[in-house]
Structures are given as C-alpha cells and as structure tokens.
C-alpha cells in the first residue's frame, strides 16, 4: 500500500481510494486476480514506491522469485517495464532513484 502526492491510497496494482473514498478499479480482470488470490504465480504486482513525480514502481513475483521492476504514472496510464531483474528502489532527498542490480549500483534523476 502506498500513498500518493493526491492522498490517493493505492492497494498495490488492484486500484485505489481517492480523497472522496470512491473506490477505482484499475485490475483488468478482477475475477481471475480473487479466484487466484494467494498463489504468488497470479498475484498482481507488489508497489515498492511512490516516487515524487508520483510514478508507481513496482516488483513482479513469479513462482516465488522476484522478477523485475515496472513503473506506471497513472496520471498519463504509460508505463515501463524499468528493467527485468529484481532490484529495490529508494530515492533521495534529490529527487534520485537508488537501485542495486546483481551487485551494480544504479542511479536516476528525476530532475532530468
């Protein structure tokens, strides 16, 4: 669960409350995700942040490992699968993403 810049709650890649608490949807299939709830294999992915451009990042589970990092803005709905591999994210008071991939660290700017 994480908190955005608009005091939206997000439950993970299922949706979120808005500040009116209206419930949104945003699961594609929602009876597949309850039907499979529980099995790692079919579970949505796990938000790991909100950064401060209010990006959504999140990791991937499949057959117990972790498998990669997306983001998605949902103020425009693009997103990106940010890279295949697993890797938590921190930023800085810099408005900088901190990751660490198979033991490189890695930085990015969201100034730039």
């Known amino acids: 669960m994480g908190i955005d810049q608009i ?8 949706g979120y ?10 699961h594609p ?4 995700y ?3 709830a529980g099995n790692m294999r079919y579970g949505p992915p796990e938000l790991i942040l909100i950064s401060s451009d209010n990006r959504l990042w999140y990791m991937r ?9 997306a983001w998605y803005n949902p103020e425009t709905g693009e997103g990106c699968m940010f ?11 810099n408005q900088t993403l ?15």
């Open 17 to 26: 409350i808005d500040s009116d608490r209206i419930w949104h949807l945003i």
């Open 29 to 32: 299939n929602p009876e597949y």
């Open 83 to 93: 890279t295949g591999r697993p890797a938590n994210i921190i930023e800085d008071n």
């Open 98 to 112: 901190w990751m660490v991939i198979d033991g490189n660290l890695y930085k990015y700017s969201l100034n730039d």
């Open 7 to 14: 005091n939206r709650l997000w439950l993970g890649a299922i």
């Open 34 to 36: 309850l039907a499979n």
């Open 61 to 69: 589970y499949t057959d117990g490992s972790r498998e990669g990092v």
